[in-house]
């Protein structure tokens, strides 16, 4: 069991950037997938980005080349850039592991992009 802080979203006009933060209560060394998700009122939640120990990622078609996913496992915390926003960035951002577990959601942070 782990508890995960996000923190860093805001208001913000297109073309901005963002850096969320979360921050695990313990150590993520042993969790090989950490990822950041995002939900929009009245949308599925979607996958943004994922990230491995090793430093591998992925993400969505919808924000590649705009945003970045990494990590510190010393620091205990997963970062996403987030540049050249758009409105449909919307959302409220969570962290979690990948697959999810359920008992790791934290409260998110929300991003509002304007246009």
């Known amino acids: 069991q782990v508890q995960l802080v996000e923190s860093g979203g805001g208001l913000v006009q297109a073309g901005g950037s963002l850096r969320l933060s979360c921050a695990a209560s313990r150590s993520i060394f042993s969790i090989n997938v950490m990822g950041w998700y995002r939900q929009a009122p009245g949308k599925q939640r979607e996958q943004v980005a994922t990230i491995t120990n090793g430093g591998s990622t992925n993400y969505a078609d919808s924000v590649k080349g705009r945003f970045t996913i990494s990590r510190d496992n010393a620091k205990n915390t997963v970062y996403l850039q987030m540049n050249s926003l758009k409105p449909e960035d919307t959302a409220r951002y969570y962290c979690?592991?990948?697959?999810?577990?359920?008992?790791?959601w934290g409260r998110g942070t929300q991003v509002t992009v304007s246009s």
């Open positions: 979690n592991t990948y697959p999810i577990r359920y008992n790791y």
